[in-house]
């Protein structure tokens, strides 16, 4: 392995690029721990006001059977947004204000606005059943979307150095979508019980078995899928230039509307004949939420592309190896890299590859906005920020890269020396570049799956 400088010295920063702007004292409401407190405050207040208006409404016995109950798809949830951010993952806090927003603010503020607004129609127009229908296809979608979305707005402004990508609005608004219907189910499925107890009904023909099914087994994707298309508008909006206000804006609003629009649409489908529910079920929701997976999982691959086409510009510089690029532009590699170091290091060391690997992928895209013209104004100091990281694990991290960038290369078959022809030699004997000469040297060998 080539030996790098001391100091490597920057890249020349993209065209578009901006210069770090002035510091400036924050005034006492803009300092992190007053907010943080404040928003903890009045999330774990509306915690406290939820948790007693549930448990009003279905009772003790009720309240525990629907936690139990809606408890069951939210870990298989979490895990599929948080598979879709382990390219450049976020940081926790944000996952867990996404998720506690979710289930303590939106869906008190859901809950009070829906029922004063469905009383208020009731009263208005003397026919409760319509309320009722108007409530649910009308007033829930608006309040409900508007309520989830405040999470993902909240994100975007306050931490946009984590909100860089259509990625990073995908998972906050998934992740406040789950931790609402995980609110909303253990209503709904303790009013269930509840019915049960006073009927009497048990087993697969009462309503809490019926419940389970539609809202659980059926459609635990249904408020994900809403809100991802909020998240989507503000993803968007986050690849702009600061410059585009207008996109800025109208972006997150479109993806607001259309999310009201297709909750309207799914919850209107039982109005459409004994079998609408099920019939929008197959032909709009199954195919939009098809269609929306194949997005997630193409836009994961399309940062690991620009892993390796953003990464280079630092290995010309000295910062990175020649192996980085394309084995932090692979998931199998960067798993294989992570287990290495494991394995001979210890967990911790493990745990600083991934950082590691982070830290770079956080470099190759933050390089990509700049050369698009969208960079923010801080943009020299965070790409010194995220190189110095870098710097300072790149002695447990190289080795480990090195080696799962030889394990996952393609393998390429050798052409008879007479088919290079007279010229092709290159290099000095022994040097990297060379035919038949390692480009890095040899590591202790490995199996991730020896005990």
Known sequence: MATSPAYPNYPAPPAGSARAPGHRHPHWWQRRAIRAGALITLLALSGLVILALVRQQTGTEGFLVGLGLATLPVPLLVSAFRWLDRVAPGPWRNLLFAFAWGACAAALIAIVANSFATRWIATATADPTSADTLGATVIAPIVEESAK??????VFLFRRGDFTGVVDGFVIAGVTATGFAFTENILYLGNAFGTDQLSGESGLASVTAATFFVRVVMSPFAHPLFTVLTGIGFGIAALSGERHRVRRVLLPVAGLLLA???????????SFGEYGF???????????????????VWLRQRELRLVRAELPAYVAAGWLTAAEPFALGSMRARTLARDYAAYHLGKPAGRGVVAYETYATSLALLRHRARRGRARADFAVRERELL?????RRELARPALAYAARATAPVVVPLPYAAY??????????????PGTPAYPAYPSYNPYRT
Not at 278 to 296: E, I, Q, R
Not at 388 to 392: I, S, V
């Open 388 to 392: 110095d990281a870098l710097w300072e």
């Open 149 to 154: 979305a405040a999470a993902v707005l909240l």
């Open 421 to 434: 022809g007279p010229y092709t030699a290159y290099g000095t004997p022994g040097s990297p570049g060379t």
């Open 278 to 296: 099920f019939v929008v079920y197959a032909t709009f929701m199954l195919p939009v939420f098809g269609l929306l997976t194949w997005l997630a």
């Open 260 to 270: 009201m629009g297709l909750h309207a649409f799914w919850n209107g489908s039982a």
